[in-house]
């Protein structure tokens, strides 16, 4: 399974951006696609995260509201709508992948690279 992400940048505060997140290879080991982010000195945390075949979704949250993860199975992609950012949700965001949802890493096998999210005025 390979993933990418795309979409990260620098907006100011209340602003929006989506990140979307590419992905390809064997469908059973990618049940699961969860968007993940860790800010510099602190732990990774879940941020969201959704069954592919259901649709079925969870946030954490602090985002709950402000943040949607959606998908499109014809592009074998999923996204991650951003809206009323704050400084607070800067930090490099990782999609991931696995057999099952957690809002923790272990279960997710496959990470995408990274991409930047800065919040700030």
């Known amino acids: 399974v390979q993933l990418a992400e795309s979409g990260g940048g620098s907006v100011q505060p209340g602003g929006s951006l989506r990140l979307s997140c590419a992905y390809s290879?064997?469908?059973?080991?990618?049940?699961?696609i969860g968007w993940f982010r860790q800010a510099a000195g602190k732990e990774r945390e879940a941020v969201a995260y959704?069954?592919?075949?259901?649709?079925?979704?969870y946030y954490t949250d602090s985002v709950k509201g402000r943040f949607t993860i959606s998908q499109d199975k014809a592009k074998n992609a999923v996204y991650l709508q951003m809206i009323g950012l704050k400084p607070e949700d800067s930090a490099m965001y990782y999609c991931?992948?696995?057999?099952?949802?957690?809002?923790?890493?272990?279960?997710?096998?496959?990470w995408g690279q990274g991409t930047q999210v800065t919040v700030s005025s």
């Open positions: 991931a992948a696995g057999r099952v949802c957690a809002a923790h890493a272990v279960p997710y096998t496959y």
């Open positions: 290879g064997y469908t059973y080991s990618r049940n699961c």
């Open positions: 959704m069954y592919v075949t259901t649709g079925d979704s």
